[in-house]
């Protein structure tokens, strides 16, 4: 079976790569990512998707369907990039130089998505069946951390065409390793209000001080914190002023004891003046999706963590062993607060166990310069294909050795 998955790469690696180059030279910066959906859609039928339709929140869906409707494996990437740093000269550029695919993206994921588009089309163009459900999805709205689009894609769509995912595979940068968690990350809006802007402006410092002891004293734990002043405001007698507080998460669930202590701290420090109330909420934000959609969504991502001993991991690792690969298990480092994956909606919000597979690396998200290997590119649609058909294929007897 691998000879056949090998023998049949070998003569679309080059189509694989122009495709990841031309969803390189296609902006889709976060909200944006109408070109590249319209891309990703095209190329789907193209290369014989059964069902293929672009969705109300704007995801790409493909899907090519089993023998029986009892499991679903869904590949998922993001179709959104961040904007440009001002350090690249021509981020869009998708040129090829020295093995490697440049441009905004390649890495955070484009490459990814290109790989899980080819990995399904690989099985089938090797002929080797599937019993269960295979769903590839382009998702929009996630490199805010918030992933708007996969929520949408759970919701609703995925139901809507009866396939609930029993596993989902992440095309996000793991160097080709696989990964099954990380931290997370919450924003909070304090807000300070009176009548008195000089009783409101020294609650409000007091908080921050306060705040700010709390961050050196957590510092040992391993605490990250950034806490930042919102511009006063005077209304109708009443002055308002505020702080902004993101905080790491490392467990999940761990979000509700920090707004309890967050509040409680900020309720102490205003109970020192007179009719000065304070106010603590999980940062909210409206988004307008590329198709006209708004969404409020909620400045949050919780912790999670796919059981190291689960089917999925296990099958997924036995089936890069018996392809050759070599796919070591770890966890997303997310080096700045705000960075995340669709792990926390898909593990904590739909219980759907999801590890990440892809070929960038992690450093090279959002980093100027970014890139990808070309040879990685061609290594995770083979990968891929090997995990999917390990997980969803009918199991191929009779292979002879040479084959194998």
């Known amino acids: 079976m691998y000879g056949i998955l090998k023998s049949r790469l070998e003569g679309m690696k080059g189509e694989a790569t122009e ?3 031309e969803l390189v030279r296609t902006k889709s910066v976060s909200l944006g990512e109408e070109p590249a959906a319209a891309l990703v859609e095209r190329k789907m039928r193209e290369l014989g998707f059964q069902r293929v339709l672009r969705e109300e929140c704007g995801n790409v869906v493909g899907a090519m369907l089993g023998r029986r409707a009892d499991t679903t494996l869904a590949l998922i990437s993001h179709l959104d990039t961040v904007a440009p ?3 690249d000269a021509d981020p869009w ?3 090829l130089e020295g093995g490697r695919l440049y441009g905004v993206g390649a890495a955070d994921c484009k490459a990814g998505l290109a790989a899980q588009v080819y990995a399904a089309y690989l099985l089938q163009y090797s002929l080797l069946p599937l019993q269960d459900n295979l769903v590839v999805a382009a998702a929009v709205a996630e490199e805010n951390g918030l992933s708007v689009g996969v929520r949408g894609l759970l919701e609703r769509t995925l139901p809507e065409l009866g396939l609930r995912p029993r596993f989902a595979v992440l095309g996000e940068p793991t160097g080709l390793d696989l990964y099954y968690g990380h931290d997370g990350w919450m924003e ?5 209000e009176g009548p008195n802007p000089f009783h409101v402006d020294d609650i409000t410092r007091h908080i921050a001080g306060d705040l700010r002891q709390s961050v050196n004293a957590d510092q040992a734990s391993g605490a990250e914190y950034e806490l930042a002043p919102v511009a006063r405001q005077d209304a109708g007698g009443v002055c308002q002023a505020g702080l902004r507080l993101a905080r790491r998460l490392h467990h999940h669930g761990e979000e509700a004891q920090v707004l309890q202590q967050v509040t409680h ?9 007179a009719a000065v109330g304070v106010s603590v909420q999980v940062r909210r934000e409206t988004q307008r999706l590329y198709n006209g959609k708004t969404t409020v969504a909620r400045r949050l991502v919780s912790a999670w963590s796919t059981d190291p001993f689960d089917p999925l991991l296990e099958r997924a690792r036995q089936a890069l062993a018996a392809a050759g690969c070599e796919g070591r298990p770890g966890k997303w480092q997310l080096g700045r607060l705000g960075m995340g ?3 926390s909606v898909l593990v904590n919000e739909f219980q759907v166990p999801t590890i990440g597979y892809g070929p960038g690396l992690e450093a090279q998200a959002h980093a100027a310069g970014e890139y990808v290997e070309v040879d990685k590119l061609h290594a995770a649609i083979y990968g891929t294909a090997a995990i999917a058909h390990g997980l969803v294929g009918i199991p191929v007897c009779g292979w002879t050795a040479d084959e194998i």
């Open 19 to 21: 495709f990841a180059r």
């Open 265 to 273: 701290c900020a309720q102490q420090v205003a109970q020192q003046a």
């Open 188 to 192: 909070l809006d304090i807000q300070v």
């Open 341 to 343: 994956t669709a792990g």
């Open 93 to 95: 550029s998708g040129r």
């Open 85 to 87: 740093r001002t350090a």
